[in-house]
């Protein structure tokens, strides 16, 4: 985004939030401010009020990622339910049954797709949904390995697993050597990997990649669009995630 910024001769300004900010607060401090020509705005949420807001107020901006307001706004977001439908689809096509659902912050719309993706490929598959293979939270290698070490060590312990990151994914097969499991025989894993990290591992691993560079440069170009003509079409574009089977 900051190459793509200062190529349309802009300057990327990043302002951060945590946990216990009120994400509107946040962000009517800085419209008071008038620091920004247009802004960018993440981590969307269910019914995400910043997006009524900047449309009220008339800002230009643009959502990475979607939340589920009845509203026309401009977004650049990638096909979180698409991605895991398919992951879960060549999971039961390995011959899962027990597929474990590895997912982010609760209230993240991107979790919330991801959750749909996975309900309908298991549906699909009348295969009944077990709750307690659906995991959330701030994903480390610490906490997944964690994670799946107590789902391993259940009674009727998974079989395919599809993982939010690649963090998560590292943190998985730190669970599996522990246990002396053989990926690709004892479980199966899909990960989502937008860093390319997977192609690095020893363990040989299908994923869904998506090309961050495009979709910062994606964003900025909308938002540009966006500060020319405040009262055009709000474009909505979707990245897909591209499976690269393992090696």
Same mark, same amino acid.
């Given at each position: 985004?900051?190459?793509?910024?200062?190529?349309?001769?802009?300057?990327?300004?990043?302002?951060?939030?945590?946990p216990d900010d009120d994400p509107v607060e946040s962000l009517r401090h800085l419209l008071q401010a008038r620091s920004a020509d247009g802004l960018i705005i993440t981590r969307m949420i269910s019914g995400d009020p910043r997006v009524r807001l900047l449309l009220d107020e008339r800002v230009p901006f643009v959502a990475f990622g979607r939340t589920d307001l009845d509203l026309v706004y401009p977004y650049v977001d990638i096909d979180n339910e698409q991605i895991a439908y398919d992951a879960v689809q060549r999971l039961i096509r390995k011959g899962c049954r027990r597929i474990a659902l590895q997912l982010l912050v609760p209230n993240d719309q @991107?979790? +919330?797709?991801? %959750?749909?993706?996975?309900?309908?490929?298991?549906?699909e598959a009348g295969i009944a949904i077990d709750p307690s293979l659906i995991g959330h939270g701030t994903f480390t290698m610490e906490?997944?390995?964690?994670?799946?070490?107590?789902l391993l060590a259940s009674s009727d312990p998974p079989t395919?697993? @599809?993982? +939010?990151?690649? %963090?998560g994914l590292l943190g998985a097969l730190h669970a599996f050597d522990r246990r002396g499991l053989v990926l690709g025989r004892d479980v199966h894993v899909i990960a989502r990997d937008s860093t390319r990290l997977a192609r690095f591992l020893p363990a040989k691993i299908g994923v869904h990649s998506v090309d961050m560079a495009d979709v910062g440069h994606k964003l900025v170009e909308v938002l540009q669009s966006r500060i020319a003509n405040p009262l055009g079409l709000a474009a909505g574009i979707l990245f897909n995630g591209k499976f690269e089977p393992p090696e």
């Open positions: 985004m900051t190459l793509a910024a200062r190529q349309a001769g802009y300057s990327l300004s990043i302002y951060f939030t945590t @991107a979790s +919330a797709m991801r %959750l749909a993706g996975y309900a309908r490929a298991m549906t906490s997944s390995a964690a994670w799946f070490d107590r395919g697993l @599809a993982c +939010a990151n690649e %963090l």
